[in-house]
């Protein structure tokens, strides 16, 4: 947009500092989405959730609204990019974005209410990831396998969900202490 | 905890989380896909309903005489009948939801319970 040619034909739409941050942190979790879809995963719907570390860390520095954003627009991007974009691996996805971003937000609410009680990100973290799987299996089940048998199957991802929100949550700790350690811009 | 910087709040939800999870083993994996309980008719009323998984040797007092009924490991059968051709006893064993065993002549029947029964309807 520096050619001052296109300045009569493109109006500028004014950005705030926020849409910069979204942008950029989106694309940071479009990238890690990007990367983690090309890991084997031994059971469907398991997968570390790495891009959720990018989420927590906008949730926890900048508030849930951010977070909320940066977690759907990676999903929609994400799918687009990845070509899963309207199938049943895309809307899986988007159920279990939705599921973890309402349940952040409820924690959000009740940390104001409890300030003292407030967990931290390792508390957000597996929060975050079993209502992520929540979200999603009910919808596979709802949607695209609604056997009974799928339900055997629903503990045991359950059970890996919260292993996988600890360790994300452990990274984002460990992550955000290396940011707050740095001067603020 | 302090050690591993967990605050007061994430050791609830991570307590909540272990209780959330272990709730969802005892509710999901209690009783496997199978039928989880027989119900015994007799004369067409139900006369007892038995869980699949506690084994039970049941005596049935039909008109022509006792029928005999065992459940095994989540199975169940007729042992022994008075009727004539004991077509109850050669059916044998009965696991998935929805399967009958039926003996007319003594008016007993035998059917597995479940909330997604393998057969909609059987027939002869």
Same mark, same amino acid.
């Given at each position: 947009?520096?050619?001052?040619?296109?300045?009569?034909?493109? $109006?500028?739409?004014?950005?705030?500092?926020?849409?910069?941050?979204?942008?950029?942190? *989106?694309?940071?979790?479009?990238?890690?989405?990007?990367?983690?879809?090309?890991?084997?995963?031994?059971?469907?719907?398991?997968?570390?959730?790495?891009?959720?570390?990018? *989420?927590?860390?906008?949730?926890?520095?900048?508030?849930? $609204?951010? !977070?909320?954003?940066?977690?759907?627009?990676?999903?929609?991007?994400?799918?687009?990019?990845?070509?899963?974009?309207?199938?049943?691996?895309?809307?899986?996805?988007?159920?279990?974005?939705?599921?973890? %971003?309402?349940?952040?937000?409820?924690? %959000?609410?009740?940390?104001?209410?409890?300030?003292?009680?407030?967990?931290?990100?390792?508390?957000?973290?597996?929060?975050?990831?079993?209502?992520?799987?929540?979200?999603?299996?009910?919808?596979?089940?709802?949607?695209?396998?609604?056997?009974?048998?799928?339900?055997?199957?629903?503990?045991? /991802?359950?059970?890996?969900?919260?292993?996988?929100?600890? /360790?994300?949550?452990?990274?984002? @700790? *460990? #992550?955000?202490?290396? +940011?707050?350690?740095?001067?603020?811009? | 905890?302090?050690?591993?910087?967990?605050?007061?709040?994430?050791?609830?939800?991570?307590?909540? !989380?272990?209780?959330?999870?272990?709730? +969802?083993?005892?509710?999901?994996?209690?009783?496997?896909?199978?039928?989880?309980? *027989?119900?015994?008719?007799?004369?067409?009323?139900?006369?007892?309903?038995?869980?699949?998984?506690?084994?039970?040797?049941?005596?049935?007092?039909?008109?022509?005489?006792?029928?005999?009924? $065992?459940? @095994?490991?989540?199975? %169940?059968?007729?042992?022994?009948?008075?009727?004539?051709?004991?077509?109850? #006893?050669?059916?044998?064993?009965?696991? $998935?939801?929805?399967?009958?065993?039926?003996?007319?002549?003594?008016?007993?029947?035998?059917?597995? /319970?479940?909330?997604?029964?393998?057969?909609?309807?059987?027939?002869?």
């Amino acid at each position: 947009m520096s050619q001052p040619i296109t300045e009569s034909m493109s $109006q500028r739409i004014k950005t705030t500092r926020d849409d910069h941050l979204i942008a950029g942190f *989106t694309a940071l979790a479009i990238t890690i989405h990007i990367a983690e879809s090309a890991l084997p995963s031994p059971l469907p719907g398991i997968k570390p959730g790495l891009a959720n570390v990018v *989420t927590l860390l906008v949730l926890c520095r900048y508030g849930w $609204q951010m !977070a909320a954003w940066v977690s759907l627009l990676r999903v929609l991007v994400g799918s687009i990019l990845i070509g899963t974009f309207l199938s049943p691996a895309f809307f899986l996805s988007a159920a279990g974005a939705l599921f973890s %971003v309402a349940a952040l937000g409820i924690m %959000v609410v009740l940390s104001r209410m409890l300030p003292s009680w407030a967990p931290g990100p390792i508390g957000l973290a597996v929060v975050a990831a079993l209502a992520h799987m929540t979200g999603q299996f009910w919808l596979a089940y709802g949607l695209f396998v609604p056997h009974s048998g799928l339900l055997g199957l629903y503990p045991l /991802l359950m059970s890996l969900a919260a292993l996988l929100g600890i /360790l994300s949550g452990w990274l984002t @700790r *460990t #992550v955000l202490s290396r +940011l707050n350690s740095l001067p603020e811009k | 905890m302090r050690r591993w910087g967990l605050t007061r709040g994430d050791s609830v939800v991570l307590l909540l !989380a272990f209780i959330l999870v272990a709730g +969802l083993y005892v509710k999901y994996w209690h009783s496997d896909g199978h039928g989880a309980e *027989t119900l015994v008719l007799l004369d067409g009323k139900p006369w007892a309903r038995l869980n699949l998984f506690h084994d039970h040797d049941l005596v049935v007092p039909g008109p022509l005489g006792e029928s005999h009924i $065992q459940v @095994r490991d989540g199975q %169940v059968r007729f042992t022994a009948s008075p009727c004539a051709n004991k077509l109850c #006893v050669h059916t044998g064993w009965l696991k $998935q939801g929805g399967e009958v065993a039926i003996c007319l002549p003594n008016r007993v029947s035998l059917q597995i /319970l479940a909330s997604d029964p393998r057969f909609d309807a059987i027939n002869f």
